[in-house]
């Protein structure tokens, strides 16, 4: 893979976008770098291991996740030894919720090339069938789930763009009633889980709504309030 990177740089790290449910949205240039280059970087290695196995990629395979930035150092380190590095994150494009923008800041401050394998991300593919125009929109990450979660919700309900966000389903109802509480009750949210799986749900509705189309919430949503 050398023969691709530019004229000035002799490594490269690839930030890999990898499936968020159904292995087959994984692109054919993902899985030709991650058999091409040295060493994997992930979140989970049984989780990536899936991934690998299924593709039939063996590499070296390692964890790097929010609480093991102190592996930071060394991962620049092999990089400036001539590895060729790929980082994934659990499911989607590494780099939102996950440590990999500290290791890309890491590595191009050392003079590292920095190549994204673009692919899937929840956000996008949310959007994709919100039926908005998603021309602008505003991503706020996971609700908070003590401290900070009414100022939280303020602050979506006054956003004069559309909100995507994360909530997990032993918290779900909550929010709705909070959004509900807080003068959000005629809004509209999409929600979607499950998204490119067997059971795939995707709800439309005010928040009273959801909680009637969404009785039982399992796994992890992702939203969009309009």
Do not use: W
């Amino acid at each position: 893979m050398h023969s691709h990177l530019p004229p000035n740089f002799k490594q490269m790290l690839y930030i890999i976008a990898t499936p968020i449910g159904n292995l087959q949205d994984i692109t054919l240039r993902a899985i030709e770098t991650l058999k091409a280059v040295d060493k994997i970087y992930c979140e989970d290695t049984r989780r990536t291991s899936k991934l690998l196995n299924h593709f039939d990629i063996k590499k070296p395979l390692e964890s790097f996740h929010e609480h093991s930035e102190g592996k930071i150092e060394r991962i620049v380190g092999e990089l400036k030894n001539g590895d060729e590095i790929a980082y994934v994150s659990d499911a989607g494009t590494p780099g939102i919720n996950d440590p990999g923008g500290k290791l890309v800041a890491a590595a191009r401050t050392a003079g590292i090339g920095i190549s994204p394998i673009p692919g899937v991300s929840s956000l996008t593919a949310l959007l994709s069938v919100a039926g908005i125009a998603a021309d602008k929109f505003c991503f706020m990450g996971f609700v908070p789930t003590k401290k900070g979660r009414e100022t939280f919700v303020k602050k979506i309900l006054s956003s004069d763009a559309p909100v995507v966000f994360f909530e997990t389903a032993p918290r779900f109802h909550k929010l709705l009633d909070q959004l509900t509480a807080m003068g959000g009750e005629s809004r509209v949210l999409v929600a979607g889980r499950e998204l490119t799986k067997q059971f795939e749900q995707i709800e439309v509705g005010t928040p009273e709504e959801l909680k009637l189309s969404v009785p039982d919430p399992r796994g992890e949503f992702v939203l969009v309030l309009t």
